[in-house]
Structures are given as structure tokens and as C-alpha cells.
């Protein structure tokens, strides 16, 4: 498995294998987040889609979503 260098823990860790998220945000996190970050994001993601009833098909709940990732993944 590949290493790089993660934004989230500030370590080397796992790799992501593929881009995993699309659009400019998903290579972002593709190029700097690891395997071990984007699984804890999932955890969250799905408490807050839970605990606001989200609806992933509606866009202004995505965005909702969306910047709540980025602030996770990037503003540790």
C-alpha cells in the first residue's frame, strides 16, 4: 500500500486507492488525505446526515455536507 503524507494527522499514513469523492474537492482529498482519515470522516458524515436530516439528494444539503468536510479533512 502507498504512503503519503496526511493533512488531517499531520503523519505519514495509508494511502486512499482511488479518488474517492468527485469534482476539484475529491482529488484534493485524493492528493493529501489518508485511508485512515476519509474512514473517520465517514463515521461523522453519517451522524450529521442523522442528526440533521439530511437529504442526500438535495443539493443545499450536500453543500451542507460538503463544507462540513472540508472543514474536518482540512481545517484540523
Same mark, same amino acid.
Given at each position: 500500500? @502507498?504512503?503519503?503524507?496526511?493533512? /488531517?494527522?499531520? @503523519?505519514? =499514513?495509508?494511502? *486512499?486507492?482511488?479518488?474517492? /469523492? ?8 485524493? &492528493?493529501? +488525505?489518508?485511508? =485512515? ?6 463515521? +461523522?458524515?453519517?451522524? *450529521?446526515?442523522?442528526? #440533521?436530516?439530511? #437529504? ?5 444539503? $450536500? &453543500? =451542507? $455536507? ?11
Amino acid at each position: 500500500m @502507498k504512503k503519503k503524507f496526511c493533512f /488531517y494527522f499531520k @503523519k505519514i =499514513k495509508n494511502s *486512499l486507492n482511488e479518488q474517492i /469523492y468527485p469534482g476539484k474537492l475529491g482529488n484534493e482529498i485524493f &492528493k493529501k +488525505i489518508s485511508k =485512515k482519515a476519509w474512514l473517520k470522516w465517514l463515521k +461523522i458524515q453519517t451522524i *450529521l446526515i442523522n442528526e #440533521n436530516n439530511l #437529504n442526500m439528494s438535495n443539493i443545499k444539503d $450536500i &453543500k =451542507k $455536507i460538503e463544507n462540513k468536510m472540508f472543514q474536518f479533512l482540512f481545517k484540523t
